[in-house]
């Protein structure tokens, strides 16, 4: 039996080596790949994010956790979806059209994916119509805009006014968030939520997808 703690600090230290050796070598043992995550994964990823909102970890460190979990992911997704286990929630995700950062939007993907989410990242540069596409098609509880500069903001207004023209905005939690981003345009163009980093998002995430069950 492989000492599953490795585990959690693989993904802590961003050692996605060893993240990934051990869990090939959990699953071969039959330890329940939903114990993997539950118990180990997301416990170090939410790690990872406290660590960021305390200046202990850097954006470096971020997407070193990142890259260990999905190198232990890319094991285990594919039992759940066998098994039928519902994931935390649906999450597209995407840089808005126009800007073509997509360091920030990542890492959020990663500790979302980490977090328990599914995640369906559209990538940067990304067209209102294409975020309505993926809302009609996945029918996710969450839609996520990333914008770095500050001329490519309005595009998230586009997006939320498209997804309304759609009649999908009803569907969906938005959250927007990046650099030049603040609570207070986030409230006047009429998201649902606002990340100041990528520590909070799976917090937030959670939160919005009790609310949208409600």
């Not at 492989?2 to 990934?20: R, V």
């Not at 098994?83 to 059209?97: H, N, Y």
Request: net charge negative.
């Amino acid at each position: 039996m492989p000492d599953l703690t490795k585990l959690h600090d693989a993904i802590l230290n961003g050692d996605h080596k060893t993240s990934e050796a051990v869990t090939k070598e959990a699953l071969a043992e039959k330890v329940p790949p939903m114990e993997l995550v539950s118990k180990y994964m997301v416990p170090a990823m939410d790690e990872v994010g406290r660590r960021y909102e305390c200046e202990e970890y850097f954006v470096p460190e971020l997407l070193l956790a990142a890259r260990a979990m999905k190198a232990a992911l890319q094991h285990i997704r594919p039992l759940l979806l066998a098994e039928g286990a519902q994931p935390a929630g649906r999450v597209v995700i995407g840089t808005v059209k126009g800007d073509l950062h997509d360091i920030g939007k990542n890492i959020v993907a990663a500790m979302l994916e980490g977090g328990g989410f599914e995640v369906l990242d559209l990538g940067a540069d990304v067209a209102p119509q294409k975020f309505v596409d993926a809302v009609k098609e996945r029918k996710p509880d969450l839609v996520c805009l990333s914008a770095l500069l500050t001329v490519t903001m309005p595009s998230m207004r586009a997006i939320i006014d498209a997804l309304k023209e759609a009649g999908v905005r009803d569907q969906v939690k938005v959250i927007v968030g990046g650099a030049p981003v603040t609570r207070e345009f986030a409230r006047d163009i009429g998201a649902d939520g606002f990340g100041e980093n990528a520590s909070v998002a799976v917090s937030l995430a959670r939160g919005l997808v009790k609310a949208h069950a409600a």
